[in-house]
Structure formats: C-alpha cells, structure tokens
Nanobody, 123 residues
Framework: QVQLVESGGGLVQAGGSLRLSCAAS???????MGWFRQGPGNEREFVGA????????YYADSVKGRFTISRDNAKNTVYLQMNSLKSEDTAVYYC?????????????????WGQGTQVTVSS
C-alpha cells in the first residue's frame, strides 16, 4: 500500500515557476512514478514519468524542455519542477505510482494516486 500526497500548487504568472512535491508512504523505491494533469473539461493528461531508480525520465511533448521530474528515494518524494509556465498548464496535477521499473502514459496502469494539487497560471 502506498499513499501519495501532493503539495506546492498555487497561482503563478505566465513565465513563472513552481515546484510540486509528492510525498509517499510505503515501499516508494519499488514504484515508478508519473505525473498527470487534468484541466477543466479535459481528460487526465500524461505529463511525465520517472523510473523507480530515478535514472530515466520522459515527458509529454507539451512540457518537454520546461518541466523536470526528479525523485529522492531517501525522502520518499518525487518532484515536478515547472518552468516557463503557460496559461494552458493550468490544471489539477496528480502524482501516481506504478509497481514497475518505469511507468507509462496510460493512467489505467497506475496503482495509486494522490489527491491532486491545483496549479493556476495567469496570463
């Protein structure tokens, strides 16, 4: 069993930065982690993922070069650093855990989800 709690969301101006954190309980280092987001009226969208060791990451094209995922297995935490934010990044952001080496883009494959944190980017 893994419990995930996101934090760090808020209101930021376009061009600004935010760092989201996702604190986990349980066997965190056994899980690959993903970040997803869901804007108003939209389906949940893949943002990026990181392998359970932290050595591999990959991102959606919409955030590549602007967002960075990292993890600290000693602190049971995964991070999403978001730079050069745009209004279209406004969404509720979720972290998720999958019991595998590296997780994918399919939200249905993930085993556990956090409650989400709101990010609002004003233009």
């Amino acid at each position: 069993q893994v419990q995930l709690v996101e934090s760090g969301g808020g209101l930021v101006q376009a061009g600004g930065s935010l760092r989201l954190s996702c604190a986990a309980s349980g066997s965190f280092s056994s899980y690959a982690m993903g970040w997803f987001r869901q804007g108003p009226g939209n389906e949940r969208e893949f943002v990026g993922a990181i392998s359970r060791s932290g050595t591999r990451t990959y991102y959606a094209d919409s955030v590549k070069g602007r967002f960075t995922i990292s993890r600290d297995n000693a602190k049971n935490t995964v991070y999403l650093q978001m730079n050069s934010l745009k209004s279209e990044d406004t969404a509720v952001y979720y972290c998720a855990a999958e019991y595998t080496v590296i997780s994918g883009r399919n939200p249905g494959a993930y085993d556990y989800w956090g409650q989400g944190t709101q990010v609002t980017v004003s233009s």
